[in-house]
T-cell receptor, first 114, second 117 residues
Framework: NAGVTQTPKFQVLKTGQSMTLQCAQD?????MYWYRQDPGMGLRLIYY???????DKGEVPNGYNVSRLNKREFSLRLESAAPSQTSVYFC?????????????FGNGTRLTVT | GEDVEQSLFLSVREGDSSVINCTYT??????LYWYKQEPGAGLQLLTY?????DMKQDQRLTVLLNKKDKHLSLRIADTQTGDSAIYFC?????????????????FGKGTKLSVKP
């Protein structure tokens, strides 16, 4: 049982390049999330998908797009990478019942934009 | 505001107890969570407490909840070097505030626990 799987684990981009971060969960969860983690800033929500077919902006959506491909997969795309997007990106999922619904996290993608 | 507040650093000696504190904002939060992040890894759910409880104990971990003061604490007994990590407090949003720009959970910035041998 893999939980939440993110690929790649590491990536270096040049300014202006594009890339897609992949995320898949095998827990049959309804909701999926993308966070970025920066020193001193904690976790900040970029986008989330409450259920298959829906996506919503989080706190810091600028410069990113997402696709909820199916119930299992939720991808994050950087169309034109900028140095300010150097960060560690975490995907998470939850059942999203309106009660006990903790997030389950992947191990992260460490992205450097030069 | 909507911030969950935690102190950023805590240093203890091996064998001592560690207490990590957190204040939250939404009095209608139903669940409060503690997550642990080890270096180079994602966040792992450590424990949680339901809002109608005052205390929850799980082996070396004790969670205390003071709803009146919106204060949550995590006590780790007999702290070991393997407990060195960043600990995040998180609150679930109340029904009226579900979703929005912060999703369904609001995280603190994390407390880095250092355990000295």
């Amino acid at each position: 049982n893999a939980g939440v799987t993110q690929t790649p684990k590491f990536q270096v981009l040049k300014t202006g390049q594009s890339m897609t971060l992949q995320c898949a969960q095998d827990m049959n969860h309804n909701s999926m999330y993308w966070y970025r983690q920066d020193p001193g800033m904690g976790l900040r929500l970029i986008y989330y998908s409450a259920s298959e077919g829906t996506t919503d902006k989080g706190e810091v959506p600028n410069g990113y797009n997402v696709s909820r491909l199916n119930k299992r997969e939720f991808s994050l795309r950087l169309e034109s990478a900028a140095p300010s997007q150097t960060s560690v990106y975490f995907c998470a999922s939850s059942e999203n019942r309106d009660r006990y619904s903790p997030l389950h996290f992947g191990n992260g993608t460490r992205l450097t934009v030069t | 505001g909507e911030d969950v507040e935690q102190s950023l650093f805590l240093s203890v000696r091996e064998g001592d107890s560690s207490v990590i504190n957190c204040t939250y904002t939404d009095s209608s939060s139903t669940y409060l969570y503690w997550y642990k992040q080890e270096p180079g890894a994602g966040l792992q759910l450590l424990t949680y407490i339901f809002s109608n409880m005052d205390m929850k104990q799980d082996q070396r971990l004790t969670v205390l909840l003071n709803k009146k003061d919106k204060h949550l604490s995590l006590r780790i007994a007999d702290t070991q070097t393997g407990d060195s990590a960043i600990y995040f407090c998180a609150e679930s949003k109340g029904r009226a505030n579900y979703g929005g720009s912060q999703g369904n959970l609001i995280f603190g910035k994390g407390t880095k626990l250092s355990v000295k041998p």
